[in-house]
T-cell receptor, first 113, second 114 residues
Framework: GENVEQHPSTLSVQEGDSAVIKCTYS??????FPWYKQELGKRPQLIID?????GEKKDQRIAVTLNKTAKHFSLHITETQPEDSAVYFC????????????FGKGTTLSVSS | DAGVIQSPRHEVTEMGQEVTLRCKPISGHDYLFWYRQTMMRGLELLIY????????DSGMPEDRFSAKMPNASFSTLKIQPSEPRDSAVYFCASGVTEMNTEAFFGQGTRLTVV
């Protein structure tokens, strides 16, 4: 089955700096890679996703890159703000029958002003 | 749509007691997932259903855990007997995965077993 590794587990940056979170996956059949943000005491919510037919996707200050050959994908947040402080989870799955989203262990991002 | 609805939001119970967590998925979603979240292990997939049928329960930690989905709008996760190490936040999520799309999470149930 799929295994997703996520690094780092904690990340502290100054407001305005960039933050990068990296994930690797094991199942070459995986073709959907979402990122979720979880604020303290709340549910995980999707912030951006990427499919295997593209290498990069951007949405304002966040971007995700995918390297299928190396089986890794990354989340990039530019011009970080205090409200970006949260736990970020990467995940992977395929559209094969009998698969589900498998999550990394999460990265706690702290943005100090 | 109100989204995925879980109940209760908080549950405190004594060791050895039975605990039942409930979930109502988003109408029209054909997949339902149960995840457990702890600091040490992150978001662990426990079990998931497709069209009310359990597909993979390999994440269920032990026989004390069981899950059912009697119809498309309701699922339960039961722990009997509960133990302190079961203390965690349990999330239910639903989705339509024909196109590999977003899984929508409920608010979660924070379970404390004392």
């Amino acid at each position: 089955g799929e295994n997703v590794e996520q690094h780092p587990s904690t990340l502290s940056v100054q407001e305005g700096d960039s933050a990068v979170i990296k994930c690797t996956y094991s199942d070459s059949a995986s073709n959907y890679f979402p990122w979720y943000k979880q604020e303290l005491g709340k549910r995980p919510q999707l912030i951006i996703d990427i499919r295997s037919n593209v290498g990069e996707k951007k949405d304002q200050r966040i971007a995700v890159t995918l390297n299928k050959t190396a089986k890794h994908f990354s989340l990039h947040i530019t011009e970080t703000q205090p409200e970006d402080s949260a736990v970020y989870f990467c995940a992977a799955t395929s559209n094969q029958a009998g698969t589900a989203l498998i999550f990394g262990k999460g990265t706690t991002l702290s943005v100090s002003s | 749509d109100a989204g995925v609805i879980q109940s209760p939001r908080h549950e405190v119970t004594e060791m050895g007691q039975e605990v039942t967590l409930r979930c109502k998925p988003i109408s029209g979603h054909d997949y339902l997932f149960w995840y457990r979240q702890t600091m040490m292990r992150g978001l662990e997939l426990l079990i998931y259903f497709n069209n009310n049928v359990p597909i993979d329960d390999s994440g269920m930690p032990e026989d004390r855990f069981s899950a059912k989905m009697p119809n498309a709008s309701f699922s339960t996760l039961k722990i009997q007997p509960s133990e302190p190490r079961d203390s965690a936040v349990y999330f239910c999520a639903s989705g339509v995965t024909e196109m590999n799309t977003e899984a929508f999470f409920g608010q979660g149930t924070r379970l404390t077993v004392v």
